[in-house]
T-cell receptor, first 112, second 111 residues
Framework: DGGITQSPKYLFRKEGQNVTLSCEQNLNHDAMYWYRQDPGQGLRLIYYSQIVNDFQKGDIAEGYSVSREKKESFPLTVTSAQKNPTAFYLC???????????FGPGTRLLVL | SQQGEEDPQALSIQEGENATMNCSYKTSINNLQWYRQNSGRGLVHLIL?????REKHSGRLRVTLDTSKKSSSLLITASRAADTASYFC???????????FGKGNQVVVIP
């Protein structure tokens, strides 16, 4: 069963806490992306990675960090420096040289 | 960064009617894509149109691209209740795989 999985579906963060969102894909895609979606808004790019062990900042990288140690995995850490983390986070992947992106089901992050 | 902008933002139609939504962008693009998002879910790719194409069809979907006006339209014919969703356009630049998403059109199809 191929696809992209994100976990957890809901995540609660306390103030000052770092939390990590998981994104895994078994599509053998080279590129992976993290987006943030706020209510009634489009998607904004946080980070993206085109190959293992390499990643680039997107438009709103401040307060976030990522790693790409394996092709299948691209976890996103929301650090305590991100003062307004409440949002819906979407992970996506694509084949090298292909523009179409495939999305996971999303993680909703809420602040306690 | 460049961003698609859809118009109108919200659309409510009766089942069987056609739904049309538009997207504009600011600079030259490689291609333009449309995605659908059901409430609280991930996005699903619908259709991609390249900068050298003017019209493309996929089932009940028809997409047009006017590069002189930097705009695209998505037409859903004979709408169904299951078409109720948000629809986003996304533009791709030459030379990288990044997409710039618009704010989305919310479409409600009333049975």
């Amino acid at each position: 069963d191929g696809g992209i999985t994100q976990s957890p579906k809901y995540l609660f963060r306390k103030e000052g806490q770092n939390v990590t969102l998981s994104c895994e894909q078994n599509l053998n895609h080279d590129a992976m992306y993290w987006y943030r979606q706020d209510p009634g808004q489009g998607l904004r790019l946080i980070y993206y990675s085109q190959i293992v062990n390499d990643f680039q900042k997107g438009d709103i990288a401040e307060g976030y960090s990522v790693s790409r140690e394996k092709k299948e995995s691209f976890p996103l850490t929301v650090t305590s420096a991100q003062k307004n983390p409440t949002a819906f986070y979407l992970c996506a992947s694509s084949m090298a040289g292909q523009e179409t992106q495939y999305f996971g089901p999303g993680t909703r992050l809420l602040v306690l | 960064s460049q961003q698609g902008e859809e118009d109108p933002q919200a659309l409510s139609i009766q089942e069987g009617e056609n739904a049309t939504m538009n997207c504009s962008y600011k600079t030259s693009i490689n291609n333009l894509q449309w995605y659908r998002q059901n409430s609280g879910r991930g996005l699903v790719h619908l259709i991609l149109i390249r900068s050298n194409e003017r019209e493309k069809h996929s089932g009940r979907l028809r997409v047009t691209l006017d590069t002189s006006k930097k705009s695209s339209s998505l037409l859903i014919t004979a709408s169904r209740a299951a078409d109720t969703a948000s629809y986003f356009c996304a533009t791709a630049y030459y030379g990288n795989n990044r997409l710039a998403f618009g704010k989305g059109n919310q479409v409600v199809v009333i049975p």
